[in-house]
C-alpha cells in the first residue's frame, strides 16, 4: 500500500485513529514514518522499536476485528517546526459491551518527512484517576519556536 500523504499532524492523527476504530492494518501503517527508529508503547506493554514490531502488536490487536470505539477527550496540541506532539485521553470501549470505557493516556508525536507528515511515536499508559467528564473544548494547537 502506498503511503497516504497527510497534509498536518492532524490529518494524520485523523487516520490514525481510524485506523484504530476499523481494525486496518494497512491504514494503521501508512500513518507511520518509514523509518527503524519508530517505536510504540502500548497500554501495559514494553517499547516496541521499529516498523516490525510495530506491525506485529497492531495485528494482534486487530486479530478480533473492529471491536473498540476510540473516543479522544483533552486533545492539547504542540507544534514547533517539523515536529508535532499531541497529548489526549483515549476512552476505549468493546462494542456492544456495557459499563465505563478505560481510559489511557497517550501521547502521539509527528514529523513533518518530504512534505507529509507521519508518525514517529505512540506512548498509550494507563489512567488510574481519569476525568470523568470531557474536558473544555479541544484547545488550538500551541506553537513552539
Given at each position: 500500500?502506498?503511503?497516504?500523504?497527510?497534509?498536518?499532524?492532524?490529518?494524520?492523527?485523523?487516520?490514525?485513529?481510524?485506523?484504530?476504530?476499523?481494525?486496518?492494518?494497512?491504514?494503521?501503517?501508512?500513518?507511520?514514518?518509514?523509518?527503524?527508529?519508530v517505536y510504540c508503547v502500548h497500554p501495559g506493554g514494553a517499547r516496541l522499536l521499529g516498523?516490525?514490531?510495530?506491525?506485529?502488536?497492531?495485528?494482534?490487536?486487530?486479530?478480533?476485528?473492529?471491536?473498540?470505539?476510540?473516543?479522544?477527550?483533552?486533545?492539547?496540541?504542540?507544534?514547533?517546526?517539523?515536529?508535532?506532539?499531541?497529548?489526549?485521553?483515549?476512552?476505549?470501549?468493546?462494542?456492544?459491551?456495557?459499563?465505563?470505557?478505560?481510559?489511557?493516556?497517550?501521547?502521539?508525536?509527528?514529523?513533518?518527512?518530504?512534505?507529509?507528515?507521519?508518525?514517529?511515536?505512540?506512548?498509550?499508559?494507563?489512567?488510574?484517576n481519569a476525568p470523568a467528564q470531557q474536558p473544555p473544548a479541544e484547545s488550538a494547537p500551541t506553537m513552539l519556536h
Amino acid at each position: 500500500m502506498a503511503k497516504a500523504s497527510f497534509t498536518s499532524p492532524q490529518e494524520a492523527e485523523q487516520a490514525f485513529y481510524e485506523a484504530f476504530q476499523r481494525a486496518d492494518l494497512e491504514a494503521m501503517m501508512a500513518v507511520w514514518a518509514e523509518d527503524e527508529e519508530v517505536y510504540c508503547v502500548h497500554p501495559g506493554g514494553a517499547r516496541l522499536l521499529g516498523l516490525d514490531e510495530i506491525r506485529e502488536s497492531w495485528r494482534q490487536i486487530f486479530a478480533n476485528g473492529a471491536n473498540m470505539q476510540v473516543q479522544l477527550r483533552g486533545v492539547q496540541q504542540m507544534r514547533g517546526g517539523l515536529l508535532a506532539v499531541h497529548s489526549t485521553y483515549e476512552y476505549l470501549a468493546l462494542i456492544g459491551e456495557r459499563g465505563s470505557a478505560s481510559v489511557v493516556a497517550a501521547t502521539n508525536v509527528y514529523l513533518n518527512i518530504g512534505g507529509g507528515w507521519r508518525m514517529i511515536a505512540h506512548h498509550a499508559s494507563p489512567v488510574a484517576n481519569a476525568p470523568a467528564q470531557q474536558p473544555p473544548a479541544e484547545s488550538a494547537p500551541t506553537m513552539l519556536h
